[in-house]
């Protein structure tokens, strides 16, 4: 049966009884009655209950729930409806019917809404529950290297993971960035610096071209605030990074946050531990090291050929002098907060 055509049956029918007199459903005697045109009608506006999830409506210290699917609609002792307002309880009823066992008036649902279970007592609208976390880590370095004067570079790495985990602790998604920030006399033209604090001794300033030192740096509020607004994030940094022409930092991060998803912060530390070297690099097949290849005798096929999928895609570190990524994903975790989204 069409839904406009047996929507109009249905109103044709609430007519016909409305002009005969209120009909009411009664739980306290379990069956339903019809009173007086008279007779006054009780309503109570539906609460929510503690609980999101869960919609119930308390009437003289009973509960009952206004439930779709397939059951009929509970009503709390002495408390008495219309058929119309009950239908007004629920404005989201579609391909609604009435069936009539006896002198009992029930309204079914031909399907329930998506996303809600029901049984006797409630309706329930399920959730999605998500956390959210932000979580860093910072390394302060001597080096990378020296100038050609033999001092020393001095650098720190902020470390900046954002990440989403399911309730099972699962990463669902994550992005990391890191600022590396070096002293003057490092020479990579793209590497951000820090010269020292304004009105303080300088440092030595190296030419990137020609990779010398050519004078010392005179740092002042100007110059200090003129480096720090110029600073830029390895991903910023793009193409100019300089770490692999063929595969560069923010595709190799991006490959590994792809990775990460499906996979709790124990995960990672456990893969991390089997699957690395010395310096934190995924372990090549072709390696010669001997503690290298001793890990790889320890793996599975299996994992064998996961860690040969990681290594076509990243070979930079997660935990090195150069940042470490998966303490700040593991930060982000201790940080992390609810976030319930409601699913219909």
Request: proline share 4%; glycine share 8%.
């Amino acid at each position: 049966m069409g839904g406009n055509k047996m929507k109009k049956q249905i109103s044709i029918l609430l007519a016909v009884l409305l002009l005969q007199a209120p009909v009411v459903i009664n739980a306290e005697s379990g069956t339903d009655a019809v009173s007086a045109p008279t007779t006054k009608v009780e309503t109570t506006t539906p609460k929510p209950a503690a609980t999101p999830a869960t919609t119930t409506v308390s009437s003289n210290s009973q509960v009952y729930t206004v439930v779709k699917g397939d059951t009929m609609f509970g009503i709390a002792a002495k408390h008495k409806l219309t058929l119309n307002q009950l239908l007004a309880l629920n404005p989201q009823i579609k391909n609604a019917k009435l069936i009539f066992p006896g002198n009992k008036i029930i309204v079914k649902i031909e399907t329930a809404a998506p996303g809600t279970s029901t049984n006797n007592n409630t309706t329930t609208v399920n959730t999605t529950k998500l956390y959210q976390g932000l979580g860093q880590t910072v390394i302060f370095r001597n080096g990378p290297g020296k100038d050609s004067t033999g001092a020393p570079v001095y650098s720190f790495t902020v470390v900046m993971a954002d990440a989403t985990f399911d309730a099972d602790g699962k990463i669902v998604n994550a992005y990391l960035d890191a600022y590396e920030v070096a002293t003057p006399n490092y020479d990579g033209a793209s590497m951000p610096h820090f010269s020292g604090w304004p009105g303080k001794e300088g440092y030595n300033v190296t030419d990137h071209q020609a990779g010398k030192v050519t004078g010392v740096s005179t740092n002042t509020l100007e110059s200090a605030t003129a480096e720090v607004n110029t600073w830029k994030t390895k991903r910023q940094r793009g193409d100019s990074y300089g770490m692999n022409a063929a595969n560069e930092w923010y595709k190799q991060m991006d490959f590994y946050q792809k990775f990460f998803v499906g996979k709790t912060i124990t995960d990672l530390d456990a893969w991390f531990a089997k699957n690395t070297t010395s310096a934190g690099r995924p372990i090549k097949a072709n390696t010669t090291n001997q503690d290298d290849l001793n890990k790889l005798a320890k793996l599975t096929d299996k994992e064998k050929t996961a860690l040969a999928d990681v290594v076509a895609g990243a070979t930079m570190s997660l935990r090195d002098a150069h940042g470490d990524f998966l303490g700040a994903l593991e930060n982000a975790y201790k940080n992390r907060v609810l976030v319930a989204i409601p699913t219909k």
